[in-house]
Structure formats: structure tokens, C-alpha cells
């Protein structure tokens, strides 16, 4: 098969081709050999090393200070109070106006209809000599000269009059320079902050020199330049040293001092990130009365700043709680984690779109055999108390009183009465069945563990046992409510999991030390009841986990996709507890109904980041509206009265205004007062939000606030 033309000059059944004969003495030349092609720089398919102006151009943008919850990146302040804008066709008519009046003025003046004292001034203050001269030049030059500068009096007098200079700035080229982008300049080298000056004056002038190198290169990215900033604060707080960094960033440069897991980044982002200030944008200030002129058309972000006063979000299905504010908010905390900043611990329903597992360094799947983690039912702890108080917490917290002092102290007395004597039998807690078989009170486990407890002689953990034997079937014993709740986790589902013998991989939130990021994922369908006790776990571990850590600089935090039936009076004491310790909590709900009504305002009042979505109910809006509370506001009152005419002409003139207008002359009168209305009402929130958008309240941990904002979160 001829498949490339060349087959018959090469092939045997191919003729000769006859050449002309040369000249019988020339010499023959040899062919010539092609040159060699020039080395190609990289292997055939590598794509081109990056550039990095992209880095450079974000690490130098401006981000200057702003209020809570401004997008600081090439964020442009504005004023606090919208200036007096005058309305855009009495503009421009006045300015039209005024530019007829003064062509008239000067038509007046130039054909003499005003007659000829305004050339008084250049007869005074002139010679003679300079006017009846016989130079038509000089002459000409002097009179028109005299009536230029008339023109140009009479173009300022009218000028100001029609507000020219008013139409310049908002419709000429200032406008247009307002609107295009501004090509920063570079900064100077001592305010670059891609020189990485603070590292040269400390004296790592090398170290800075190679990651000014890779960043020109583009060979760093945003999570690098947050990682090593976050390692050069542990040099000068003094937990590393400055050797061991220089090294370091001599060594891998840019990839110096990696997260546990290597990574540098994340599979894939969804929102806008910006690690300087470790904010992510979640959408658009709308340009509404309502919102403070200085927030209009802004960003709005959130950070560890804001987060650490908690987040809760209240929207029925379907606003967009988990797409536009949790896996946004997860997304940022896990980059902050792989910046060694913060330990994000994420909740929800397996399938509840909170990202890729390849994004997470662990990833517990309760209920699903191909889980590669497991959850540790007691928290890492090995104080019996302790453990009980958080698993009573989760098993029964519900149940407790829902007042702000109710608590679950019996559950976790009876929970220790058992926890406590098992541990010092066989050096660990019990699993879910066998704590199960505990509680409900046979003979045969509890025989068992007595007889133990009397081999080893440990009679005040036999006083324990014998207390809870005494209490067992009695009126009010809290012992079968907790087997019925154990119950819900002793499931076939269930059955590989909780293991306390050391056989699996448990996940602990005693993790929370490290930069670590979780997710888990718990079975919602089929087993909604064992959902809401394993969130209850999972935020009473996170809320006991975090007042014990060491190091408070790593920021803690924890998603909570649905917190249907978490709140309970001990979860919001939690709650008002993190902010101290550097850590807080993301809840979302689809009513406030799934909150006890004693626990509503409370909950409300620990939490210092409020979001209203749309599609809110009014008893529900009743509830953020009391929390926002009132303002002064200026209230303005019209009452138009109709004029009567009294004179001929009079109602002649109304007459025609009637007929110009279509309406009776009337006069206007307008009463100004001041009134204390709500920010936000009931009905506004239920029928005022458009589709897409919520109402959000800030305070930083500075306790910085920002008022109720109408935000679009589609932007």
C-alpha cells in the first residue's frame, strides 16, 4: 500500500529516474547535509514554565484597611455618607440653560443691543495711541484680545451658574479615568512585598532571595507565599528556629515547609480566595438604601476574624446555604489549613456537594464499609468524667432541660458509673454494643465487671458500680433512655464502626493541634436520628477538644452543614466559649423551629455572624429582627395642598399648568422628624429579600460590628 507517495522511487519495481549528464571535467560536488536543527528548550508536550506577573501582580494589589466584612482586595474606600448628588437631567438642562444665556448675553454685547459700555475698560486703561494706530496686526491683536477675555468672563460667570464643572467630573474624562483600571505602578524595593524585606532584615537575606527568584519565575502560588509568611511568624514568636527556616527555603524554596499531607493546593476552587488577608468572597454588597453608602457595591467576605465569633445561617432548602456560603467557607479553611493557619472539621450528609475527598486529609464515612477512617465515639480522652460528659452530651443533650441552665449532669453520672470501672478493667472504654448491654442493666455484664473490680481490690470503683446498681430500674432512671439511644448507633450499619479495640483507624479531634482538614460524612437517610447524635458528638468533642490545646495560633473551626436538633443548652455555652480560644463554629438551619424557643435567643446572642436568607417564614424574621434591633432614622412626611386662585389671571395661569401637567396646581409641604424604626422587620426578611440573596450581620473578634446587609450572593 502506497501510504506516503515515496514507495515507488524507493521500491524495487520502481524505474530509473535518467539524469542529465554534466560537464565531463566538473568536479562532482557532494550533497549538501542539512543543518541540525537548535535543541528544543523543554521535552515535546511539556507546557511553558509559568510566568509569574500573575503572582506578582496579586501579592503587590492593594488591600487597604476596611470594615468587617469588605473585600479588601483592590478594595477602593468610600465615603461614609452618600455626598449630594444633584439629579442628572436637572444637571445637564441647568448646563445647557446656562450656556444659551451667556451665548444671548454675548450676542447682546457684539451687536451693539446693549450699547457700548462694555468697552469702557479698554478706552481707560489703553493710549490712544494703541487704538487709532495705523498697525492692522497690533490693532487686531488688542480688540479681539479685549473681547476674548470678555467671552471667557461670561463663559466663568455661566460656567458656574449651569455647574460645568459638575458635568465635567461625572461625565467627561474624569469619569472615564474612574471607571478604567489603574495601572499601578511597582512599589518601591523597601515596600515590595515580593522581596520578602522583613526576612532580609532579620538577616536571611539568601532565603529571601530565593523566594523573590521563584516568584519571578512564577513558581510560587498563593498557598506558598501564606505558608512560609505563617512559618516566619513561628521564627519570630520563637517555636522555630531561624536556622532550620533558612534552611529549609534554601533547600525546596518555594515548596519549603509543606503541609503534612505535600499538598500545595487544592484539587479545584470554587470561590475567590485571598490568603493575605485570608478572606473568601462570598458575593456583592447590593446598591440598596438600606445598606450604608460605604458598603454599596462592595464585596463581601468573610475570614478567621469574623468566623471566630461563629456563623449562623437560616434559609430554607434550596437559597443556597451549602453551594454559596458552607462549601465556600470549608474551601477557604482548608487552604488556610494547607497554610498551616487553621484545623477545619466539616459535617454533613454523605453527598451534600462539601467538596472532593481529595481535598481533606481525612475523610470518615459513618455507615459506608469503604471508610478508610473511623470515629472515635469518646473524643480521645481518657478521663472517664470527661468522656461521659461529652458522650451524654450527645446521646441525651436534646432531652435536657431547654432553658439556658438545663443540663444533662444525671445522664453523665450514670455514664461515669460505667465508663469509669470498664476503663480500669480492660484499659479502654467500651464499645457501642457492650455499652449498650451496660446500661440496660443485665446481670451478665455487669457480674462480670464486678468480679473483676474485686480480683484487683479497687473498692471505690465498686462503690460506683453499686450505686448505679441501685439506681438501675428505678422511676426516673435516665439508664434505659441512654441504652435506647445507644441503641440507634448498635445497628447493623453501624457495625464496623466506633471500635474501641485499636483494630481501626479512629479519628480524633485531639487532632485539632495540627493543621489538619476533615470531613464527616454522616448517614442523614435512613438513620436521621443517629445523624443528629453524631453532630451533637462531633460539636461537644470540638467544643472540649479547643479550650485544651496548646497552641491557640492555629485557627479551629467547625462546618456544621445542618445543625437540625444540635443546639442544646450546653452547645451554646460551647459556643460562647470558642471565641476565646481562637476557634468557632459554622451552623446552618432551614428554620429556627429546629431550635427549642428558649434556646432561639440565646443562640441568637452567642453568635456574633448572622445570615437571614430569602424565602425566610415571618416568625422567623420576628426572631433576627428583635436581635438586630432598632435605629434612628429620618422619617419624611409630604402633604400637598391645592392652590387656590383668587385673580382672572390667577386661574388663568392654573389652567394652563392643568393642561401642561395633567394635574391641579398644589404645594408641596414636607415634615422632617426623627424615628426609631427596626433595621430589618419581620416582613421585610420574609418578603423583601430577592431570590439569591441574605441579610447579614458582622462582628469581628475585636468586636468590630457591621449592620444587617443586604448581600447578593450570586455575585
Known sequence: MDSDGTQDARGTHAN????????????VTPPEVPAAPPRPARAPGVPPLPDGSAFLAWVRAPRPEAAPGVWRFGHRPRPEEEPAQIPARQLLSGAVIAFLVGWLIWSLLWNGYLGGWWVLPLELFTPDSWRHSGDRVGNAFLWYGYYTLIAFVIMIGVGRLGRWGEVWRRYGLPAWQRAAPASERPPAPEDDPAQWNQLRAAGAGDAAERLAA??????????????IARAWQGVRSGRHSLATFTGAVLKDGAAACLHPSGDRDLPGRLARHDLVTGQVRLGTTADDPRNPYAYRGTGLALG????????????????GKTGGVVWPLAESLCLHALAGRAAVVVVGAAGAGLGPADAYDVVVRIGNPESVYDLDLYGGTTDPDEAAAVLAEALVGDLADPHPGGDSRRSTTVLAQLLGPFQAVHGRFPSVPELRRLLDGTPGPLGALRKALEDTGQESLLRELDARERQSGHPGDVGGVLADRVALLDRPAFAGFFDTSGQSRPFSLRALDHPVRVRIDVPARGHADASRILARLVLAQFTASVAVREDRSLFACLVLDDATGVVTPEAVRGIQR??????????TLRTLDDVPRPLRSPLLGAIGCRMALSGLTPWDGQDFAEVWGKEWTEARDVTDRQIIAETPAGKAVHMLRRVITGHAPTARAVTVRQVERERWSASELAHGVPPGHAVLSLTNVKGEHAPPLLVDLRS
Open 16 to 27: 530509473s529516474v535518467p539524469r542529465p549528464a554534466g560537464p565531463p571535467d566538473a568536479p
Open 214 to 227: 521563584e516568584a519571578r519565575a512564577g513558581l510560587m502560588r498563593d498557598v506558598d507565599h501564606a505558608r
Open 304 to 319: 478567621p476574624d469574623l468566623l471566630g465569633t461563629s456563623l449562623l445561617a437560616v434559609g430554607p432548602a434550596g437559597t
Open 578 to 587: 470558642l471565641r476565646s480560644g481562637n476557634a468557632g463554629a459554622v451552623l
